[in-house]
């Protein structure tokens, strides 16, 4: 069993920046396809952005330009540098691991961004 935690949440106002992180268990962390996936309140998930085990990114239209995924497969840590933040940006954040037919995802952190 695969554990996931993510951090690096919390409340930051219109136009700044957070990072967030991932953290998975297991001694296979560089051929995990991994993700980060956002539910803002009252909505459906979404997929935010990707990176495969190739390191080949993809992102959603609303967050190209202002966000990048990266990983470093050494420390099993996957990121989300978040910049230019606005307020549809507010949504729990999870973090996603595939391997084969396994998926993992991790409990959330929170991610408001407000004035």
């Known amino acids: 069993q695969v554990q996931i935690v993510e951090s690096g949440g919390g409340l930051v106002q219109p136009g700044g920046s957070l990072r967030l992180s991932c953290t998975a268990s297991?001694?296979?962390?560089?051929?995990?396809?991994m993700a980060w996936y956002r539910q803002p309140p009252g909505k459906e998930r979404e997929l935010v952005a990707g990176i495969n085990s190739l390191a080949r990114r993809n992102y959603a239209d609303s967050v190209k330009g202002r966000f990048t995924i990266s990983r470093l497969d050494a420390k099993n840590t996957m990121y989300l540098q978040m910049n230019s933040l606005k307020p549809e940006d507010t949504a729990v954040y999870y973090c996603n691991a595939k391997f084969r037919e396994f998926d993992y995802w991790g409990q959330g952190t929170q991610v408001t961004v407000s004035s």
């Open positions: 297991g001694r296979i962390f560089s051929m995990y396809n």
